[in-house]
C-alpha cells in the first residue's frame, strides 16, 4: 500500500514519519522551507512514545510528480482544503482514497465536491503534535487516528487501510460513526483552541481556573446544540472528559496558539466559523462562540497590523 502525505507539518510529519520509519512506502509532499530542510537533512520525529529519530524520505512539492497511490493522508489546515482539493487528483489511480485528517467539520464536503464522495474518507487525530522548527516534528501527548466512511458503514476498505497503519506502528481504529467522532472533536476545538489565543495559555493553565473552566463549558454546550440540529447526540460526558485531561495534555500548548505566536494563519474559520455558519442555517444562537470568534478575529487583526 502506497501512502501519501499531503502536507507535511506536524501531522502529516509524523504520522507519515511513523510510517515511513517502519518500512511503508510514503511520498511526501511539501513546500517551502520544510521541504528544503527534509531534502537536506531528512525528516526527524522526537516522540514520547516512539523516541527520537531523522530519517531520509522521499519529499517532493508537486503532486503530480508524486506517482500514483492508494491512500492520501490530507493533513494541510483547513483553510488550504477548497484550494488543495485539485491538486490531490493526479496522485489518484482506480479505488484510491483521501483521508481528510484536518480539523473542522467542513472539509469533507470540500473534498466530495472535487474527489466524488465515494473518494473522501472521514478522520479524526486525537494527539498532541507540533512543529519545532522545519523539518522536525515534536510528538508530545496521545495518537488516536480514528477513521471512517462518511457513509457511516463499516467497510472493508477502511478496515484493511487501518490495519496496514497498525502493522506500521500507527495507533488507529475503524469509526462506527464518523460525523459523530468529527463533531467530537469540534467540542475541544471550539473551545480550547481559541480560548487559548485569548489567554496565551495552555491546556492545563486554562482548566486551573474555575471561571475559564466555566466558560470552555459553556462553548462546548453550544456545540453539543448545533450538532443535535444535525441529529448528531452527543454525549454531556465528553464535556467532563475533555475539562479533565490526562497528564500528557496538562503542558499541552494548541495549535492555535502556535500558529498565532508564529504569525501563522489561524483556523479559526475552519473551526468556529464553521460551527457559527452550521448554527446560523439552523437558526440556532450561540453566544459564547460568537464573542470567542469576534475576540480572536480582532486579537489577529492586530497581530497582523
Given at each position: ?157 477502511v478496515k484493511k487501510i487501518v490495519d496496514f497503519l497498525k502493522s506500521r506502528g500507527i495507533e488507529a ?29 495552555t491546556v492545563g493553565q486554562m482548566i486551573e481556573v474555575p471561571e475559564v473552566k466555566e466558560v470552555l463549558k ?88
Amino acid at each position: 500500500m502506497k501512502i501519501g502525505i499531503f502536507g507535511t507539518g506536524a501531522i502529516g510529519g509524523f504520522y507519515g514519519g511513523i510510517l515511513a520509519k517502519n518500512g511503508a512506502d510514503v511520498v511526501f509532499i511539501a513546500r517551502g522551507r520544510i521541504l528544503e530542510v527534509i531534502k537536506e537533512r531528512g525528516l526527524t520525529i522526537k516522540s514520547f512514545r516512539h523516541g527520537h529519530f531523522t530519517l531520509k524520505v522521499n519529499a517532493i512539492e508537486s503532486p503530480k510528480e508524486a506517482g500514483k497511490v492508494d491512500v492520501v493522508l490530507l493533513c494541510v489546515k483547513s483553510y488550504d482544503t477548497e484550494g488543495v482539493a485539485p491538486l490531490i487528483l493526479p496522485m489518484l489511480r482506480e479505488g484510491s482514497v483521501v483521508i481528510s485528517v484536518q480539523n473542522g467539520i467542513e472539509n469533507e464536503e470540500i473534498l466530495s465536491k472535487v474527489l466524488g464522495r465515494e473518494r473522501v474518507l472521514g478522520a479524526t487525530a486525537f494527539i498532541g503534535v507540533y512543529v519545532e522548527s522545519p523539518g522536525t516534528v515534536v510528538h508530545q501527548a496521545a495518537g488516536l487516528l480514528e477513521i471512517g466512511e462518511l457513509s457511516g458503514k463499516a467497510t472493508e476498505r477502511v478496515k484493511k487501510i487501518v490495519d496496514f497503519l497498525k502493522s506500521r506502528g500507527i495507533e488507529a481504529r475503524v469509526s462506527k460513526d464518523i460525523n459523530y467522532a468529527l463533531w467530537k472533536k469540534l467540542l475541544w476545538n471550539v473551545s480550547f483552541n481559541p480560548y487559548s489565543v485569548m489567554t496565551r495559555a495552555t491546556v492545563g493553565q486554562m482548566i486551573e481556573v474555575p471561571e475559564v473552566k466555566e466558560v470552555l463549558k459553556r462553548l462546548m454546550e453550544e456545540a453539543i446544540l448545533v450538532a443535535k440540529a444535525y441529529n448528531v447526540n452527543l454525549e454531556k460526558g465528553i464535556i467532563d472528559d475533555y475539562l479533565n485531561p490526562s497528564e500528557d495534555l496538562i503542558n499541552y500548548k494548541t495549535s492555535m496558539l502556535l500558529d498565532f505566536e508564529r504569525g501563522k494563519t489561524l483556523e479559526i474559520e475552519g473551526i468556529t466559523g464553521a460551527l457559527i455558519r452550521k448554527a446560523n442555517m439552523k437558526g440556532i444562537d450561540i453566544p459564547y462562540n460568537k464573542c470567542v470568534y469576534a475576540t480572536v478575529k480582532l486579537l489577529d487583526k492586530l497581530r497582523m497590523g
